[in-house]
């Protein structure tokens, strides 16, 4: 499922000429976002600051490198191509929050750490413990260098820096969680699944299913997986210790198991936290 993903200030604010390394660095760093977004792998975030950002400034020239960048960021910003969260805090306190390292005192990054830590406060009513459900795209680590680090700061929570792997929230070395979770009826959890209905819907998990030639056991064959998951007519409705084989198989929490075995598909995402999804 997909991470929320939100730009840093050296990708987001172009309120202030750039060099050509810079503006060389970002087209880069956006492209490789981007195909990330075409995977869903991740969303990107926005709030009212990073539209206004875009659409507050008027460029001029918007032609060569600063073209493609303004074409990605209306992509994203303007042209509804994001999720976007507005944060709400009642009054609630909040810090700043840190700038990723050489974007200090460039641009409005004073705003952008504003707006972020607003959202951190936002963000933790809806995370569980620790968990971040946000990350930072890190323009470093889009581009091709080791990823970057937040300047000195005393904040205890903040947004993590992401690059093109650690973004993919199923990567082991991500610092973030899916933003999105599937929506399991209550009823599912508790159903008993029969032999046919794993049969017929075992597809719909990424298995394909061998008849047997002879004797009752159907193999059903994962990619990747060490060996093929037993079906047998014998076991009907499946005992939920077979069903458990799926886990580290498929990747997915038996209730999704479960759901996609009764119905052929996997079921609805629902944001983790309240937003307009584009």
């Known amino acids: 499922m997909p991470a929320l993903i939100g730009l840093s200030p050296l990708l987001a604010d172009h309120t202030f000429p750039r060099s050509d390394e810079e503006l060389r660095t970002v087209a880069v760093a956006l492209g490789n976002l981007s195909a990330q977004v075409q995977t869903r792998t991740v969303r990107i975030l926005s709030t009212t600051f990073f539209v206004d950002l875009l659409a507050g400034y008027k460029w001029d020239g918007k032609s060569g490198i600063k073209g493609e960048i303004y074409k990605q960021l209306r992509l994203w910003y303007l042209n509804g191509h994001a999720v976007t969260l507005t944060p709400d805090l009642n009054g609630q306190p909040y810090t700043l929050h840190p700038v990723p390292s050489g974007c200090a005192d460039k641009g409005v990054s004073d705003l952008w750490a504003d707006e972020l830590g607003q959202l951190v406060v936002y963000h933790d009513r809806f995370a569980q413990g620790p968990q971040y459900l946000i990350g930072v795209a890190c323009e470093k680590a889009f581009s091709g260098e080791p990823i970057g680090t937040y300047a000195a700061h005393t904040c205890t929570r903040f947004f993590p820096l992401v690059g093109p792997q650690t973004c993919d929230c199923q990567h082991a070395a991500s610092p973030i969680t899916d933003f999105f979770a599937y929506d399991i009826p209550p009823e599912v959890p508790g159903a008993d699944i ?85």
């Not at 014998?234 to 038996?254: A, M, W």
């Not at 944001?271 to 584009?278: A, T, V």
């Open 194 to 278: 029969s032999f046919e209905h794993a049969k017929n819907n075992c597809p719909a998990l990424g298995g394909t299913v061998w008849k047997p030639r002879r004797g009752s056991h159907h193999k059903v064959k994962f990619r990747n997986a060490p060996r093929p998951w037993v079906l047998d007519p014998n076991n009907d409705p499946l005992p939920e210790r077979f069903l458990k084989q799926l886990v580290p198989i498929t990747g997915h929490s038996l209730d999704v198991i479960k759901y996609v075995l009764l119905y052929g598909k996997f079921p609805q995402l629902r944001p983790k936290m309240p937003c307009l999804i584009g």
